[in-house]
């Protein structure tokens, strides 16, 4: 059974200061991933979408997946205080279904 | 970005009672999803539904629980009856075509059974 587990469990940057989030997976045949956020009360955002290895950049965020070392990180570029959010990984582990496995979270407090 | 939106965001119940959750989805999707986050856990994974039916179900999906769509109206999640362990935030999603797409969620309907 894949198992997604998330750290920190909470991190705190200064505003501009690089945020790197890791997330660590249990299933090397996991096909794709994904980093989400939540704002306190609202939906998740998808942020980043990565399905081989190597970085895929969306905006701020940056995904970097290392499937032989089982992990998928996220590195947030400049953050800002509208940033502070929980950070969830997801990994698809349903195939066609598109069944997700999540992570704890990491909740992002970015200080000015 | 594309829109889920979810009714209520917040029902109280009676234990035994009936409850249905509802969901509308992004216009054009047609894979839908329920997922369950109990306080301070992580979300998981109750079921998936496309083409009028239950593709997967995990085993948070107990026999009171059942899902539909009809008419291309809404996507619910019905729990009959309810129990105290099924308070949660539930949350809806729904994909285009599943697979490797995006699911795109909502806001979730926080449920709490007293």
């Known amino acids: 059974q894949q198992k997604v587990q998330q750290s920190p469990e909470s991190l705190t940057v200064s505003e501009g200061a690089m945020a790197s989030l890791n997330c660590t997976f249990s299933?090397?045949?996991?096909?794709?991933f994904r980093w989400y956020r939540q704002h306190s009360g609202k939906g998740l955002e998808v942020l980043v979408s990565?399905?081989?290895?190597g970085e895929k950049e969306e905006g701020s965020f940056t995904a970097h997946l290392n499937r032989a070392s089982l992990h998928v990180f996220l590195h947030i570029r400049e953050p800002q205080p509208s940033d502070s959010a929980l950070y969830l990984c997801?990994?698809?582990?349903?195939?066609?279904?598109?069944?997700?496995?999540f992570g704890e979270g990491t909740q992002v407090t970015v200080i000015s | 970005g594309p829109k889920v939106l979810q009714i209520p965001s917040h029902q109280i119940i009676d234990m035994g009672q009936m409850v249905t959750l509802n969901c509308d989805p992004v216009?054009?999707?047609?894979?839908f999803y329920w997922y369950k986050q109990i306080l301070g856990q992580q979300m998981e994974f109750l079921v998936n539904?496309?083409?009028?039916?239950?593709?997967?179900k995990s085993k948070l999906f107990k026999d009171q629980f059942s899902v539909e769509r009809p008419d291309g109206s809404y996507f619910t999640l019905k729990i009959q009856p309810t129990a105290l362990e099924d308070s949660a935030v539930y949350f809806c999603?729904?994909?285009?075509?599943?697979?490797?797409?995006?699911?795109?969620f909502g806001a979730g309907t926080r449920l709490s059974v007293l």
């Open positions: 997801a990994v698809n582990t349903g195939g066609l279904s598109g069944k997700l496995t």
């Open positions: 216009s054009n999707h047609l894979y």
């Open positions: 990565i399905f081989s290895d």
């Open positions: 999603a729904s994909s285009p075509l599943g697979g490797g797409n995006t699911l795109y």
């Open positions: 539904f496309y083409n009028g039916k239950v593709m997967e």
């Open positions: 299933d090397r045949s996991s096909d794709n």
